[in-house]
Every structure is written in structure tokens, then in C-alpha cells.
């Protein structure tokens, strides 16, 4: 890709410890010279691991990355609860972090809680609002935070290793999970205390770490950073696609629905020869057009015709 093109993509970053998602962010928009950058799900300054950025048209998919499950290994410290429910917060009491000794079997125990789907109480330092101002604001001003309790998911929960004072996981949640909430519950449970000490995000939805370029090489070589984009076309190849014909293809870019005589007579089309798809084909589609090229994403409403609901064209 050159040009214009080559800045509309998906650039997964191997976000280091300290800056936060804003920050990078702002960091890819000074390097590649380019305002339409944005992030799909943020990691706390004090995180590390896979942060994909969204360049150019592909910011308008944002959403849908946003809303993958994300696979943490973290590492959550026993024997004090911090105020942040992480490393970087002031514990609650003046006593010092302690070793508790906690027999791995009570602590696999306590782990069981934590799998599958239950409501989780985001920690008062996060972004989550309260009559809308953040949480975090309020936090810092020792106001009361109250935060109701969402419903979240655990896939996986696995206990890694134990350590003196120290427990390793690796988990695979739904988005708007806290691994700082995990902690900080964990230790309630345990009756010790605890906060996460380190985290570390392994993947997003379908993007690994394995995919992910480290901040200081783009700093140093930012063609780099170019040479790393995913496309736009490799975004959402989970969603099945529906070809359209010339004719489609203008009807798609005007935001149009979509018709029978819109389709290309060729596939893939599943199912959708009266724009009714087969069972198990889900509500949402990719839009493509003869070339492979991603056009837009449509929702199938409930008379089974699809409209464009993101149009990248």
C-alpha cells in the first residue's frame, strides 16, 4: 500500500508500562501525521501488552472491535488491598504487605467464583461515570463513589503459578471486564487483601501479542508502523460476507439496502438469494465488492434485508 491507503488499517501496538492509551494514541498520530486514529479498548498506564489501534477509515470499526472478549495474564499481589485496586494506590491500612501463606487449594477455591457470568463492581478509579463525571474524578477529590454492578463474563480462569506473596492467572473475558476488580475481589475472598501488580493484555478478539510491533521501534523507524498495518479488508473476516455487483456496490456506498439484483451472481453469498440468510448466518454482514474490497458492514433487520450500518467507501 502506498499513498493514502497505506494509512487505513489496524495497528497493534505492544503497549509498554506507563504510558496510557491516550497517550499512544497521540504518539501514532504525530508519527504516521495522521488525526484519524483511535484505540478499541484502553489499558491502564500501568498494563502492558496488545493495544490495537484503528488508522484512517478503519476508525469507523472501532466498535466492533471494541466489543471482543480479551485474553490478561496478571500477577495480583496478596496481603493489601490498594485504594486504585492496583500497585500504584495507597493501601488501605498502614500495615505492611505481608506474605499470607494461603494453601493453593483454598486459593484455587476462591478462583471458581470468578468463572463463568457474574456482576462485577468496576473499581472507583476507572472511567466509568457517576451522574456524568468519571469515577476516577470523584475518586481523587475523596468524594463517595458508588458504581453499579455490571454483568461480565469469565471463559477461562487459570491459575499459573504461586508465588511468596504472589499469585499468576491467565483469563479470557468479555469486554468491560476489571482485572484491577478481579484483585481487589480476590483478596476479599481470601481475606488478605490484594491488588494486581502487573498486567499484561495477550490478545484482542482475534489479534495476539505475536501480532503486535513495540512502541520504541516505530519511535525509531516509523515506516515501520506502516509496514505493520493490517488492512481493512483482514478486520473483521470473523463476520460473513455477502458480494454485491457494480450496482451494489454504488447502492452500498450511498447507505442504501440492499436488493436481490444488488448481489453478485457469484459468491460467497449465503444464503441470501432473496436476501434471507440460511440459519446460523449471523445478523451482521461484511459488504464486498468483486475485487475482495470491504465496503461496509450491514445489519439484517427483521424483514431479512440487510442495510449498511458502516459504510467504509
Known amino acids: 500500500m502506498t499513498g493514502a491507503e497505506s494509512k487505513n488499517g489496524l495497528l497493534i501496538i505492544d503497549k509498554p508500562a506507563g504510558p496510557t492509551s491516550h497517550d499512544v494514541v497521540a504518539w501514532a498520530r504525530r508519527v504516521l501525521r495522521e488525526k484519524r486514529i483511535g484505540h478499541t479498548g484502553t489499558l ?38 490498594t485504594d486504585t485496586y492496583d500497585s500504584s494506590g495507597s493501601p488501605f491500612s498502614a500495615m505492611p504487605f505481608v506474605d499470607p501463606g494461603i494453601p493453593t487449594a483454598r486459593i484455587e477455591e476462591a478462583l471458581a467464583r470468578f468463572r463463568g457470568t457474574f456482576e462485577q463492581v468496576p473499581p472507583p478509579y476507572s472511567a466509568k461515570k457517576v451522574a456524568g463525571v468519571p469515577a476516577y474524578e470523584l475518586a481523587r477529590k475523596q468524594k463517595p463513589v458508588e458504581l453499579a454492578a455490571v454483568m461480565v463474563t469469565v471463559h477461562s ?38 491488588h494486581l501488580e502487573a498486567l499484561r493484555r495477550i490478545r484482542a478478539g482475534r489479534f495476539g501479542i505475536d501480532q503486535a510491533v513495540p512502541l520504541d521501534v516505530i519511535d525509531r523507524t516509523p515506516e515501520a508502523a506502516l509496514g505493520a498495518l493490517i488492512p481493512v479488508e483482514e478486520i473483521a473476516t470473523d463476520l460473513p460476507a455477502v458480494r454485491v455487483n457494480p450496482l451494489g456496490a454504488q447502492r452500498t456506498a450511498h447507505g442504501n439496502f440492499l436488493r436481490p439484483q444488488d448481489l453478485a451472481e457469484t459468491g460467497p453469498v449465503p444464503g441470501l438469494g432473496a436476501l434471507a440468510p440460511e440459519p446460523g448466518t449471523g445478523p451482521v454482514f461484511r459488504i464486498i465488492d468483486g475485487e475482495g474490497r470491504l465496503l461496509a458492514i450491514a445489519a439484517r433487520g427483521a424483514d431479512g434485508v440487510l442495510r449498511p450500518s458502516i459504510v467504509l467507501v
Open 157 to 194: 480462569l487459570e491459575l499459573l503459578e504461586i508465588g511468596p506473596g504472589a499469585v499468576r492467572l491467565r483469563m479470557r473475558t468479555s469486554p468491560g471486564f476489571y482485572v484491577r476488580s478481579l484483585a481487589h475481589d480476590l483478596g476479599v475472598q481470601l481475606g488478605c487483601g490484594a
Open 44 to 81: 491502564d498506564p500501568m498494563a502492558t501488552g496488545v493495544l490495537p489501534l484503528v488508522i484512517g477509515k478503519a476508525t469507523r470499526l472501532a466498535s466492533l472491535l471494541s466489543a471482543t472478549e480479551k485474553e490478561y495474564e496478571a500477577t495480583v499481589r496478596l496481603g493489601a488491598a
